[in-house]
């Protein structure tokens, strides 16, 4: 039954991505670097360890989509479907919002009830990282990805004066 659920989420991506892109993501333009050319870049860059991700992955990028692959790494949530929708959960924690991000939440939560905790406790997660949802992460490609990592996980403290 599982197998089942999973094969209707897939389903339901692969139908909607094409659409979402072409309708919704208009003025974003793709990626100047391709999966070989990020692979160039600095041993500990972001760049870097996004192209080692596609590569060890068996992954292409997908246009204007970039940025959604940098959310798995610096999330460490991985690409199995309930990962997906936890990471969903965790941009909406982290003040992501979105008709399509609404759609996964609703979706996943009804087609994978039994991940509610995980999917509830990546929306905690969220909330307490720094809100990057909107960043673009092109222009940080030539940062040391584990210090932007640990940057990002910071919680936004106000300053009291």
């Known amino acids: 039954m599982k197998k089942l659920r999973t094969?209707?989420?897939i389903f339901m991506y692969e139908n909607s991505q094409k659409q979402y892109r072409k309708y919704f993501?208009?003025?974003?333009?793709?990626w100047q670097f391709n999966e070989e050319?990020?692979?160039?870049?600095?041993?500990?860059?972001?760049?870097?360890?996004?192209?080692?991700?596609?590569?060890?992955?068996?992954?292409?990028m997908i246009p204007k989509m970039e940025n959604h692959d940098v959310y798995h790494l610096i999330?460490?949530?991985?690409?199995?479907?309930?990962?997906?929708?936890?990471?969903?959960?965790?941009?909406?924690g982290n003040g992501k919002r979105s008709a399509y991000l609404l759609g996964v939440l609703a979706l996943g939560t009804i087609v994978f009830p039994e991940y509610f905790k995980n999917y509830l406790q990546a929306f905690k997660k969220g909330q307490q990282m720094k809100t990057f949802h909107h960043w673009n992460f092109e222009e940080l490609?030539?940062?040391?990805?584990?210090?932007?990592?640990?940057?990002?996980k910071?919680?936004?403290?106000?300053?009291?004066?």
């Open 7 to 9: 094969k209707f989420i």
């Open 37 to 60: 050319q990020l692979l160039s870049f600095k041993q500990d860059s972001l760049g870097r360890t996004l192209g080692e991700f596609y590569k060890n992955h068996g992954f292409r």
């Open 141 to 152: 490609l030539w940062q040391n990805f584990d210090s932007l990592k640990d940057f990002i």
């Open 75 to 92: 999330t460490d949530c991985s690409t199995n479907i309930q990962d997906e929708i936890a990471m969903q959960y965790l941009l909406f």
């Open 25 to 30: 993501k208009k003025k974003k333009r793709q």
């Open 154 to 161: 910071q919680k936004e403290t106000p300053v009291f004066y």
